[in-house]
């Protein structure tokens, strides 16, 4: 592609620069995709409706998951003629640097793939449902001035797309036959549905400025708004007039209300899109990042007296989990932040703020965070749906605070605003996890990354394209040989699975799930074939802080007959008892949260001094107790979601002593907290406990480890101000309160905060019902 500047050289002649363009037929890749057998089970070609209950014999609680139980599916059906195959086409782009600590070598990726295919497997990067479309050049554009060189950039952008997409605009609405993985031949419309990227790739394919939203033209002064406050959706006819007429220089008013550039877009001639519906959620850069880290917990830190340094201490002291991160000098100093660092700061953020903050910043935070959990919901339905936006409206009742602190004159913010528009997306294409900008993130490593450490530097893009149309080669061939030869592994895979971690090593399942319930006992749990370490009773009260262990083993031995007299038994301080340093629980899984069993680890070990080895000194490791919940009463939907579920802190997992029984499962012992209340903290909507007593000492018991439910996470209630001395190693010890934290893991949200929600909402349409039968009585 050769472009001509308006800066002129020494000769007087316009300076001109030539770009490289590299891409390949989008439908060429769409039949390439839609044929793989690898994906004959994870395709579908038709759109469908699913609905969870029936009220009067209509069905309700419409359920969104897929793509293609979207309304886009069935209204884009509607307009093709019967027999008609829909490849919805998913695009993402995203520019990334591939020289690493000097050089400014990027690359900007377009990637390319179908909702035909389940997005359990399409988001997998070894699945090969994304691939590479092309490589749109980068420049810096020195043939044109300064002021220029934006607009020219961004029009670049259209003119490159379009000529990657015009195979597209060349077909029409003309099908293509196409063969499928399940053996039958279609005639597809592969159509473009949505376009994946970050917020300033987004302005850039609406043609839009970044003062602007890219989905509907609300005002730049009333983006902090939560009404519709002319906010109508974008027109793509509208805007191509618009633009066109500005070309002309009639100076059209849409032009300006609409905030928008003069390009030619790519998207005007596409058949059946309406390019701004196109634009999905982008959860880490919109959500994580913006809203939340930037923004309202910025705030929230500046409206507790000393909030950075108390904000950091807490922090710091916070309870540790398999799950989350621990910031050890606390979130002040984090200087390069990643997605994941993002996700795991909110997850405790909340409980950082009980008790130092205002109610009104609690609730402010406490609705911004529930939102963010329920737009990663992987299954939506009517009524999740309408929690998410009661959160959203909740948030922008309380944001008000800020502004009666003096931390915020306004909220005119694009992402502030651009959360709005969630419900729709999600209602029209599927849940967000579908269009996930962390996907392209990753996919930049094997798709551009990788390729530019293969080659040397020099006219890289040439190697790169070398380089992995030879890497897609192999894994075709690999793909076919696992699809041809049912027992064949790579060599590669055969290398990996022979190195095996021996503190990983696991036995077979010792428990089994006895009944399918979210919260019931019984789990599926897995422990080291032998356990690893005999200590004394003695060391176990002394060592591992467990008092009257022996009381409670000969209790736990009378209580099941395996002993006749509990204060006459063979155990003794000098007695042996096994200890497992973790145990690892199967849970079951349920598609709002998470669409495959996880794995809860439990750790149960003792704080270890510091000591000096061969190899240096060897840091003082804490002690490692697990906070868990166990199945006490049998649940009672009508009680809430928490009834029959009492927390627990683990202590010892352990095996019985030989001389009293040769095989049994694993026990653990705990020490118990009060059960949780009926109703949760006002503010903060947390369930609030703190550790149950007998005779002035903490209340302790002996379970088998399959009646323990699944791991927890208890923030401490700090107060206004926390105790210095408390830190992540005492601090389960120290602090007298906690909360039941919702944030930990989806499952947790769902479990502890969403099922309180449809819990109260049945409680309201309950006594709604029996007003209305008390009214008809009085009538």
């Given at each position: 592609?050769?472009?001509?500047?308006?800066?002129?050289?020494?000769?007087?002649?316009?300076?001109?620069?030539?770009?490289?363009?590299w891409?390949?037929?989008?439908?060429e890749?769409?039949?390439?995709?839609?044929?793989?057998?690898?994906?004959?089970?994870?395709?579908?070609?038709?759109?469908?409706?699913?609905?969870?209950?029936?009220?009067?014999?209509?069905?309700?609680?419409?359920?969104?998951?897929?793509?293609w139980?979207?309304?886009?599916?069935?209204?884009?059906?509607?307009?093709?003629?019967?027999?008609?195959?829909?490849?919805?086409?998913?695009?993402?782009?995203?520019?990334?640097?591939?020289s690493?600590?000097?050089?400014?070598?990027?690359?900007?990726?377009?990637?390319?793939?179908?909702?035909?295919?389940?997005?359990?497997?399409?988001?997998?990067?070894?699945?090969?449902?994304?691939?590479?479309?092309?490589?749109?050049?980068?420049?810096?554009?020195?043939?044109?001035?300064?002021e220029?060189?934006?607009?020219?950039?961004?029009?670049?952008?259209?003119?490159?797309?379009?000529?990657?997409?015009?195979?597209?605009?060349?077909?029409?609405l003309?099908?293509?036959?196409?063969?499928?993985?399940?053996?039958?031949?279609?005639?597809?419309?592969?159509?473009?549905?949505?376009?994946?990227?970050?917020?300033p790739?987004?302005?850039?394919?609406?043609?839009?400025?970044e003062?602007?939203?890219?989905?509907?033209?609300?005002?730049?002064?009333?983006?902090?708004?939560?009404g519709p406050?002319?906010?109508?959706?974008?027109?793509?006819?509208?805007?191509?007039?618009?633009?066109?007429?500005?070309?002309?220089g009639?100076?059209p008013?849409?032009?300006?209300?609409?905030?928008?550039?003069?390009?030619?877009?790519?998207?005007?001639d596409?058949?059946?899109?309406?390019?701004?519906?196109?634009?999905?959620?982008?959860?880490?850069?919109?959500?994580?990042?913006?809203?939340?880290?930037?923004?309202?917990?910025?705030?929230?830190?500046?409206?507790?007296?000393?909030?950075?340094?108390?904000?950091?201490?807490?922090?710091?002291?916070?309870?540790?989990?398999?799950?989350?991160?621990?910031?050890?000098?606390?979130?002040?100093?984090?200087?390069q932040?990643?997605?994941?660092?993002?996700?795991?700061?909110?997850?405790?953020?909340?409980?950082?703020?009980?008790?130092?903050?205002?109610?009104?910043?609690?609730?402010?935070?406490?609705?911004?965070?529930?939102?963010?959990?329920y737009?990663?919901?992987?299954?939506?339905?009517?009524?999740?749906?309408?929690?998410?936006?009661?959160?959203?409206?909740?948030?922008?009742?309380?944001?008000?605070v800020?502004?009666?602190?003096?931390?915020?004159?306004?909220?005119?913010?694009?992402?502030?605003?651009?959360?709005?528009?969630?419900?729709?997306?999600?209602?029209?294409?599927?849940?967000?996890?579908?269009?996930?900008?962390?996907?392209?993130?990753?996919?930049?490593?094997?798709l551009?990354?990788?390729?530019?450490?293969?080659?040397?530097?020099?006219?890289?893009?040439?190697q790169?394209?070398?380089?992995?149309?030879?890497?897609?080669?192999?894994?075709?061939?690999?793909?076919?040989?696992?699809?041809?030869?049912?027992?064949?592994?790579?060599?590669?895979?055969?290398?990996?699975?022979?190195?095996?971690?021996?503190?990983?090593?696991?036995?077979?399942?010792a428990?089994?799930?006895?009944?399918?319930?979210?919260?019931?006992?019984?789990?599926?749990?897995?422990?080291?074939?032998?356990?690893?370490?005999?200590?004394?009773?003695?060391s176990v009260?002394?060592?591992?802080?467990?008092?009257?262990?022996?009381?409670?083993?000969?209790?736990?031995?009378?209580?099941?007959?395996?002993?006749?007299?509990?204060?006459?038994?063979?155990?003794?301080?000098?007695?042996?008892?096994?200890i497992?340093?973790?145990?690892?629980?199967?849970?079951?899984?349920?598609?709002?949260?998470?669409?495959?069993?996880s794995?809860?680890?439990?750790?149960?070990?003792?704080?270890?001094?510091?000591?000096?080895?061969?190899?240096?000194?060897?840091?003082a490791?804490?002690?490692?107790?697990?906070?868990?919940?166990?199945?006490?009463?049998?649940?009672?939907?009508?009680?809430?979601?928490?009834?029959?579920?009492?927390?627990?802190?683990?202590?010892?997992?352990?095996?019985?002593?030989?001389?009293?029984?040769?095989?049994?499962e694993?026990?653990?012992?705990?020490?118990?907290?009060?059960?949780?209340?009926?109703?949760?903290?006002?503010?903060?909507?947390?369930?609030?406990?703190?550790?149950?007593?007998?005779?002035?000492?903490?209340?302790?018991?002996?379970?088998?480890?399959?009646?323990?439910?699944?791991?927890?996470?208890?923030?401490?209630?700090?107060?206004?101000?926390?105790?210095?001395?408390?830190?992540?190693a005492?601090?389960?010890?120290?602090?007298?309160?906690?909360?039941?934290?919702?944030?930990?893991?989806?499952r947790?949200?769902?479990?502890?905060?969403?099922?309180?929600?449809?819990?109260?909402?049945?409680?309201?349409?309950?006594?709604?019902?029996?007003?209305?039968?008390?009214?008809?009585?009085?009538?």
């Amino acid at each position: 592609m050769k472009i001509i500047g308006n800066i002129k050289d020494t000769n007087g002649d316009f300076r001109t620069e030539i770009l490289e363009l590299w891409h390949r037929n989008p439908l060429e890749c769409v039949a390439e995709i839609l044929a793989n057998p690898l994906f004959a089970n994870d395709q579908v070609f038709e759109p469908e409706r699913v609905f969870r209950q029936q009220k009067d014999g209509v069905p309700s609680n419409r359920e969104y998951n897929e793509m293609w139980t979207g309304n886009w599916w069935w209204d884009t059906q509607d307009m093709l003629p019967d027999g008609a195959t829909i490849a919805p086409i998913i695009i993402a782009s995203d520019e990334t640097r591939l020289s690493t600590f000097c050089g400014d070598k990027k690359a900007w990726p377009v990637y390319l793939t179908v909702g035909n295919i389940a997005k359990a497997e399409r988001r997998k990067p070894s699945s090969s449902a994304w691939v590479l479309l092309g490589y749109i050049p980068i420049s810096k554009l020195e043939c044109y001035s300064e002021e220029k060189r934006s607009d020219v950039g961004c029009q670049l952008f259209h003119d490159c797309v379009r000529t990657i997409l015009e195979p597209l605009i060349s077909k029409g609405l003309a099908p293509t036959e196409m063969a499928c993985a399940d053996g039958y031949l279609r005639d597809v419309h592969a159509l473009l549905a949505a376009y994946v990227g970050d917020y300033p790739e987004q302005c850039r394919v609406a043609c839009c400025r970044e003062n602007s939203c890219p989905r509907c033209t609300v005002a730049p002064t009333e983006r902090g708004e939560p009404g519709p406050l002319n906010s109508t959706y974008r027109d793509p006819v509208t805007v191509v007039e618009a633009i066109a007429r500005h070309s002309k220089g009639w100076k059209p008013p849409e032009f300006e209300d609409q905030n928008l550039r003069p390009m030619n877009p790519f998207w005007k001639d596409l058949p059946l899109c309406n390019i701004f519906e196109c634009i999905t959620p982008d959860l880490l850069h919109q959500l994580h990042k913006g809203v939340f880290s930037d923004h309202v917990a910025s705030w929230a830190r500046k409206s507790i007296e000393n909030g950075q340094e108390e904000i950091d201490v807490r922090y710091q002291a916070m309870p540790t989990h398999p799950t989350l991160r621990h910031f050890k000098q606390g979130i002040s100093k984090v200087t390069q932040w990643t997605g994941g660092e993002y996700r795991s700061m909110a997850k405790v953020f909340l409980g950082t703020l009980a008790g130092a903050a205002e109610p009104r910043v609690i609730r402010a935070v406490r609705a911004l965070e529930d939102f963010m959990y329920y737009a990663h919901f992987e299954t939506h339905c009517d009524e999740s749906l309408a929690a998410m936006h009661l959160a959203w409206q909740t948030f922008h009742a309380e944001k008000s605070v800020f502004v009666d602190l003096k931390i915020r004159k306004f909220f005119n913010i694009n992402k502030v605003h651009n959360i709005k528009h969630y419900v729709e997306s999600i209602c029209s294409r599927g849940t967000n996890d579908n269009f996930n900008t962390e996907m392209s993130e990753r996919l930049h490593i094997d798709l551009a990354k990788a390729g530019y450490r293969a080659s040397n530097r020099r006219n890289f893009m040439v190697q790169m394209t070398i380089w992995l149309a030879r890497q897609e080669a192999v894994h075709r061939f690999t793909a076919y040989l696992k699809w041809a030869v049912s027992d064949y592994i790579p060599q590669d895979l055969e290398d990996d699975d022979e190195e095996e971690d021996d503190d990983d090593e696991l036995d077979e399942p010792a428990g089994r799930l006895t009944e399918d319930s979210l919260l019931g006992a019984d789990r599926e749990y897995h422990v080291a074939k032998t356990p690893p370490v005999q200590v004394t009773i003695d060391s176990v009260e002394k060592d591992f802080h467990a008092d009257w262990f022996l009381w409670y083993l000969n209790d736990y031995l009378y209580r099941n007959s395996l002993i006749n007299d509990p204060n006459n038994s063979n155990l003794t301080l000098n007695t042996l008892i096994p200890i497992y340093k973790q145990a690892r629980i199967h849970l079951p899984p349920f598609p709002e949260a998470i669409s495959e069993k996880s794995v809860d680890v439990i750790q149960a070990t003792q704080a270890l001094p510091a000591e000096i080895t061969a190899r240096g000194l060897k840091a003082a490791q804490p002690a490692k107790t697990s906070t868990v919940l166990i199945r006490t009463d049998k649940s009672d939907p009508t009680k809430g979601p928490l009834h029959g579920l009492q927390a627990a802190r683990v202590l010892l997992i352990f095996q019985l002593p030989s001389l009293i029984h040769t095989q049994s499962e694993p026990l653990a012992f705990l020490h118990l907290f009060k059960p949780f209340n009926k109703h949760p903290v006002p503010d903060s909507n947390m369930f609030q406990t703190s550790y149950a007593h007998r005779q002035h000492a903490k209340h302790g018991t002996i379970l088998p480890l399959s009646q323990i439910v699944q791991t927890c996470h208890l923030t401490p209630h700090f107060g206004q101000k926390m105790n210095r001395a408390w830190d992540s190693a005492n601090i389960l010890d120290s602090a007298e309160k906690f909360y039941l934290n919702p944030y930990l893991r989806h499952r947790d949200f769902y479990l502890f905060r969403h099922r309180f929600f449809l819990y109260e909402k049945a409680k309201d349409d309950q006594e709604r019902e029996m007003r209305r039968k008390r009214l008809r009585m009085m009538q």
